[in-house]
């Protein structure tokens, strides 16, 4: 008997090494440890046991049914505790992809183009979307019935209280030159509205970025310098300039500024309309009565402005040609700008 007991034992000790789950776990209990098992079998024959032998068999199949009993049990809390932790899902699937938004393409050449202009020396500035009429008309030159605010279609905020939504950002200029003095070397970029049908190429609100440079003895050439140092570093290198004369009751003398295509390299195209030139920027060198106006003796300084404006220089880049699209949101769109 104590062969048998013995015998069993390898055997139960060999069996563990095929236990690696449940199912083996379930299949091992039925095998050795119910009411039908193996073990039991052995009980069942203690009665063929001589009475002397007894005690010592039975303490020998107790102890075989514990050491099997405790191997299970320590087995069974094994595989739950894996069970628990291992999570429902297959993590040998490659991963998904996380949706990455990105900077909308008109913040992207705002950027761009505040790096630019910073590098040159210039701050940024900004000013109030709600303006008065001095600031937006008055003190840029316009004259009450001057023509040129017909140039504009204005929002007015209330008709008789002289508070509009601004038509571009020049009054921040004015707002700049009262509240400092000489040099002064500022950007200022911002949101501006006009009253307009909503087509392809305007909408009723949209963006500039200004920029005013006001020093002793500041010249035309080096508004044209500055131009075209932003532009190169916009566009790249290759592409041609060219100043045409223009007006703006702000600025005398007044000019436009295109550039060569940089799409089809001055060929002609969709985007410059077959002419091979862009228009980028109207400037100019600032008008002496703004200067006066702003406490700035315009005959000790002067100085420079310029306005691009900001989803024009992201049509040019992208080569959109529907303004609308850069604020419907398709994120079909926007994935590829
Ligand atoms: N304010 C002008 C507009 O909205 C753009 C502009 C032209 C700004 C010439 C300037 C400038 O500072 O010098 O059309």
Redesign the pocket.
């Known amino acids: 008997m104590i062969k048998e007991i013995t015998k069993l034992k390898e055997e139960i000790s060999g069996s563990l090494g095929n236990v690696a789950d449940m199912e083996s776990l379930d299949s091992f209990k039925l095998k050795y440890l119910v009411k039908k098992g193996s073990i039991q079998a052995l009980f069942d024959r203690m009665k063929e046991v001589p009475k002397e032998d007894k005690p010592l068999i039975g303490k020998e199949l107790n102890l075989l049914r514990k050491f099997a009993q405790d191997k299970f049990n320590s087995l069974s809390e094994k595989f739950k505790r894996a069970e628990e932790s291992t999570p429902d899902i297959d993590l040998t699937l490659p991963g998904r992809a996380g949706y990455i938004g990105s900077r909308h393409p008109v913040l992207q050449v705002l950027d761009d183009m505040v790096n630019v202009f910073t590098s040159m020396g210039f701050d940024v500035a900004e000013g109030p979307d709600i303006e008065d009429d001095h600031h937006n008309f008055d003190a840029l030159n316009f004259p009450p019935d001057h023509p040129a605010r017909d140039m504009q279609d204005t929002f007015f905020v209330k008709s008789d209280n002289g508070l509009l939504l601004r038509t571009?950002t020049?009054p921040v200029?004015i707002r700049v030159m009262q509240s400092q003095k000489p040099p002064i070397r500022s950007i200022m970029p911002g949101r501006v509205y006009r009253n307009e049908a909503i087509n392809s190429r305007s909408l009723a609100e949209f963006h500039?970025v200004?920029g005013l440079y006001v020093d002793k003895k500041v010249s035309f050439a080096e508004l044209k310098g500055t131009m075209m140092i932003f532009a190169c570093k916009m566009y790249g290198n290759d592409i041609d300039f060219r100043f045409r004369p223009s007006f703006?009751p702000?600025?005398e003398p007044?000019a436009e500024l295109d550039i060569s295509c940089f799409l089809c390299g001055g060929g002609g195209c969709r985007v410059c309309k077959k002419t091979g030139w862009l228009e980028i920027a109207?400037?100019?060198m600032v008008h002496p009565n703004v200067l006066g106006g702003c406490d700035i003796d315009p005959e000790r300084y002067s100085g420079f402005?310029?306005?691009f404006g900001i989803e024009r220089v992201t049509m040019l880049r992208t080569g959109i040609d529907d303004i609308r699209l850069l604020y419907e949101n398709d994120v079909r769109v926007l994935e590829q700008l």
Do not use: L, V
Request: overall charge negative; proline content about 0%; hydrophobic content about 25%.
């Open positions: 571009h020049s200029q500039q200004e703006f702000f600025t007044s109207g400037c100019g402005a310029f306005g």
